[in-house]
C-alpha cells in the first residue's frame, strides 16, 4: 500500500501533457505559491525556476521537490499541467501525462514507464475543505517501469497500474482501489553479495519472486470511518498474504492536527514526534483487523529448508514447533488463548491452506484504551481486542 502509494505522489508530480487550445488565463505564480504552501503542509518543499502559463495550461520548469529539510529533491527539467482551473481557493487539474523517461536513483536507475493522472485536486491551505485538504485523484494510471543497477542489471519490474478514487459527496463514503498489478523482483541480484540470503532465497524457490498487488477500501470524511477491505501482497508458487481493518475517528480534524504536526516536528527526533503521534491516535476507534496467509507451497518449503539446516526429518521440526508455541503462548497468561493457538498452529502444520489473526472486539474499542491497557495489564490485551486465531477455513 505504501509503495503503490509513492509511486502515485512521483507520477501526480512529475507529470507532462500536450498542448490544448487556450481557454482561460489561470495566475500561474499564484497556482504555483498555493501548491507550494500544500506541500508544506504534508512536510515537503517544492520550488521551479520558472513558472509560466499558457491560457488553462501551466509549465513548470527546473521544478526541485523533495523533503521540507531540502535533502535529495528530485529534479525534473520541465513539467505541463494541462487544464488548470481554480476552485474555492484550491485548484484542479484535469489531465497530467508523465512521458517515459529514466531518473537516477541511489545505486542504479528508474526506467519510467509513464502514467497519467486525470482531475487533481489541490484544495488551498487552511481552506476547511471536507475532506481534510487531502491532495486527491479521479484516476491514476502507470506503464511498466522498471528498477535497474547502474550496469543495467533489472532488479525491480512493475507492470501495468491503474487506481480510482471516488468523488466526495457530503456523508457518503469515498472509494478507491487499485486493480492488481504485476510485481517482479530479482532477489539475488537485490542480496548482492549476501551469500546466505542467495541460498535461503534459492532453496525457497524465490530467486526471481512473480507477485501480484492490490488494494480496495473506502473513507467517509464525515465520521471518520476508514475500511480497507484487502491490501495483498500474492506470491506466485508461495503464498497471499491479506491485511484488512477498520477504525473510526480519522477524520478532517485529525488530519489537520497531523498536517501541523508534520510542521512542527521539522528537525526534532523520531521518539519525540513518536509521542506526538501517539498523542493524536488517541483520537481512532478500533473496529477490527485481520493478517490472513493462504498458503501456496511456502509453509512446506520453509520446513523443508529448517529440515535441512537442522538436519531433522521434517516432521521432527514440525512436532518441535507444536511443541514450543504452547510454552511461549503461556507467558500471555490466557489458556484459552493458548488452546485456541496450539488448535490452529497445530491444524495449519499438519496441512498448510490458511491461517488468520484477527481481532474481534464485542464492540468497539478507542485506541486511548488499547494504550492504556497495554501499559498496565498487556494480557488482559487479547479479550480487550476479542483476538482469535483461526486455521485452514
Known amino acids: 500500500m ?156 512493475l507492470g501495468s497500474l491503474e487506481a480510482t478514487v471516488s468523488p466526495y459527496t457530503a456523508g457518503q463514503p469515498m472509494t478507491f482501489s ?17 551469500a546466505a540470503n542467495k541460498e535461503i532465497m534459492t532453496n525457497l524457490g524465490l530467486a526471481e519472486i512473480n507477485a501480484k498487488i492490490a488494494m480496495e477500501g473506502s473513507w467517509n470524511p464525515t465520521d471518520g470511518k476508514l475500511t480497507i477491505s484487502e491490501e495483498s501482497f500474492d506470491v506466485q508458487n508461495a503464498g497471499k498474504l491479506n491485511f484488512k481493518f477498520d477504525i473510526s475517528g480519522y477524520t478532517p480534524q485529525l488530519l489537520k492536527q497531523m498536517q501541523d504536526m508534520a510542521k512542527q ?35 512446506g518449503k520453509l520446513l523443508d529448508l529448517a ?7 521434517k516432521e521432527a521440526i514440525i512436532n518441535q514447533y507444536k511443541g514450543m508455541l504452547p510454552m511461549m503462548a503461556a507467558q500471555l497468561q490466557d489458556p484459552e488463548f493458548v488452546t485456541m493457538l496450539s488448535n490452529a498452529a497445530n491444524a495449519y502444520l499438519d496441512n498448510p491452506k490458511n491461517i488468520e489473526i484477527k481481532t474481534a472486539p464485542a464492540a468497539p474499542v478507542p485506541f486511548a484504551q488499547i494504550m492504556a491497557t497495554g501499559m498496565a495489564q498487556p494480557q488482559a490485551l487479547i479479550k480487550t481486542l476479542g483476538v482469535q486465531v483461526i486455521a485452514n477455513q
Open 2 to 157: 505504501n509503495f503503490a502509494r509513492t509511486i502515485f505522489f512521483a507520477t501526480s508530480v512529475l507529470a507532462l501533457s500536450l498542448a490544448t487550445p487556450v481557454l482561460a488565463e489561470v495566475d500561474a505564480q499564484k497556482f504555483m505559491d498555493t501548491f507550494s504552501a500544500k506541500l508544506a503542509s504534508y512536510g515537503m518543499s517544492a520550488k521551479a525556476d520558472s513558472v509560466e502559463g499558457q491560457g488553462e495550461d501551466i509549465i513548470l520548469k527546473g521544478l526541485k521537490i523533495g523533503p521540507a529539510s531540502g535533502a535529495d529533491p528530485m529534479t525534473v527539467a520541465e513539467l505541463k499541467l494541462e487544464g488548470v482551473t481554480e476552485k474555492d481557493g484550491g485548484y484542479v487539474i484535469a489531465q497530467i501525462a508523465a512521458p517515459a523517461a529514466q531518473y537516477p536513483v541511489p545505486e542504479g536507475v528508474w526506467d519510467f514507464g509513464g502514467a497519467a493522472v486525470t482531475n487533481l485536486s489541490i484544495p488551498a491551505p487552511d481552506s476547511g475543505d471536507p475532506t481534510g485538504g487531502l491532495i486527491l485523484y479521479e484516476s491514476v494510471s502507470m506503464s511498466p517501469s522498471k528498477f535497474m543497477t547502474s550496469a543495467g542489471e533489472e532488479i525491480v519490474r
Open 265 to 299: 516536528n521539522a528537525g526534532k527526533t523520531d521518539a519525540a514526534s513518536g509521542m506526538m503521534m501517539m498523542g493524536l491516535m488517541q483520537q481512532l476507534t478500533l473496529n477490527s483487523i485481520s493478517l490472513r496467509f493462504d498458503d501456496a507451497s511456502l509453509t
Open 307 to 313: 529440515s535441512k539446516q537442522m538436519g531433522q526429518p
Open 178 to 194: 487499485m486493480k492488481p498489478f504485476d510485481m517482479y523482483i530479482n532477489a539475488i541480484a537485490a542480496a548482492k553479495d549476501d
